[in-house]
DNA sequence: CTGTTAGCGCGTTCAT
DNA sequence: ATGAACGCGCTAACAG
């Protein structure tokens, strides 16, 4: 029922070449066939089928992005950024939630490729990225990580882990705090293990002998962080921290159930502060002290950096590090004793 | 680069045809020549392409969603809703964010068409449907909008208005409010208008006369909900609210913004409630007493109305209200004097 | 300055 | 039980 460029060209008694050459600029028309074309296309309200476009000149004007969980806000505002310069580009985005599961993402993958994605966005937390980026170099499809700065072979962008990480402590330190305690999660993920790694270090430069630097490890979800954060704020006075540190967005949300749950108050308990802040925070009583990602423009300059591979697809694997933003809250305060 | 069907026909020795009635299980090929094309395409590691294959069958297996803002939660989770029911279907996905602006949205529409999807989903906060819903229309295109339930013309997935705003109104009655406010937004959007309609009707079901129902409208932003809210809390002590309904995502920031700023302490000096909860925000001290959307639900329902109506063009127009739940917490409670 | 022709990769009659 | 041939809608040589 859609009109065709043959309809256009019949009513406009050209050829359809010619209507393709009006309708992309792409070889002289003379003034007055134009002007036929034009009015044909109007009246038969014509719009190319991009899908047949691309199948002819093998570009297919999409990107897809893999994200393991859509709604996280930080996900969902790289979403906004991809979208945003796709969108300047005349790209369009497909997107797949992988929910973190490597055979949802491989499934995702393929169906992509099927559809002939110009380039692929993955923002996964979970594995490395060997397995899918392997597949999509030997079809040639180029990849670019999001929310990544571990993986120097790629294409990737996300935040720096020594600095932030550095500040943040040093934010905690300066507050007097002596007995501190990362939640790291699980720091077989790269980008967790990063920031466990920088944590040790800033304490390390602080002067702190290393068994004296608490770090909660293998607690992958928000439960599990729960449940380790309850345990070590039920121990003796002298050895309970007052002040954690929580890594992730997940181990934030963890730490501070468990506070909750235990009847403990923030900051005159023990001080809480975040690599990920939560969104909306400052609109409560006790707001974050944490850093705040540039999840938008994380997306942003993904997508430039697939733009700038698909223009050179021999260019070195470039890595952006962004750097978060150190917001002071009411969730740190000096330890109270 | 990639392997076509005719490659991996001959490779097999076999006709395309045939290979193409394997992949598609479309009519019956003798065992040893079904096998001799499994193992060609396994060898060539063919796949289909998409794009072709659609544009011949004339179906592009693929949906457009449009929403105001992908990074605001309640829409996040609208959008993994509609990916993972799509997925299920084996429908791809393409996103478009049109930041509540109709320019970008049209564009849009515009861009999904060229693509061919086969349905469209916008969950638009501002305008009425009617711009983009004639156009489709008259393209064939079927359309479902999302958080909605006040076109009773098109297919529409939301939460009911009328039930959900007698409860949380009923709470803070009970609580022994009488001086309730709503911070209404811009009732010129149907969503909120119904909101607004139902908090009045509510309150005069409970006895209060028209005059005595306060509800602040024309506050469309945030900044303008927060500068209302400031205004009405500096108030003398008499006409002063006690309880503040807010009724919607934006109207609770900005409402939470202006409390803050005044220093009032709620629900000490005021309760606040919200038909819309704010994400994680039970993990403070005053978590909010409000409304938690099925996001992700209203997402999958929609997706189902769509492949409904794919599968049956001329079904009458449906609308799905689901339920929200009153989550109590420690933002409301009785008023202090 | 414009038209004719030949595919892109695939699904699908129509034959045999 | 399989193949040959055509066309989906479009762009890009190659004429003229």
Redesign the interface.
Known sequence: ??STIVDVANLAGVSPSTVSHVVNGTRFVSEGTKERVLEAIEATSY??????R??RRDR?E?VGLIVS?????I???M??GV??EA?ARGL??????SGADPA?EMESV???????VEGLLVAEVAHRPNEIAQYLKS??IPLVLLDRVSEPAYDQVGVGTQEPMRSLVGHVLELGHTRIALIAGDTSIPTLRDRAHHFQAAMREAGFPPEAIGVVDSVPTQADAANAVAKLMSTAGSTRPTALVSASLNMT?GT??AI?RLGL?VPADVSVVSFDK????D????SLTGLVQPA?EIGRQAMKLLVRRLQDPNADPATVALTPRLVVGGSSAPPAE
């Open positions: 029922m859609p719009m190319p089928d991009a899908l047949a691309s199948i297919s999409s969980d859509a709604a996280q806000s996900f969902a505002e979403i906004l979208e945003e969108r369009v985005l497909l997107l797949a939630n949802r393929r169906t992509f490729r099927k559809r002939r079809k040639g949300v501070l159930t909750r108050r939560l969104p909306y925070d609109l409560f009583e006790t938008f």
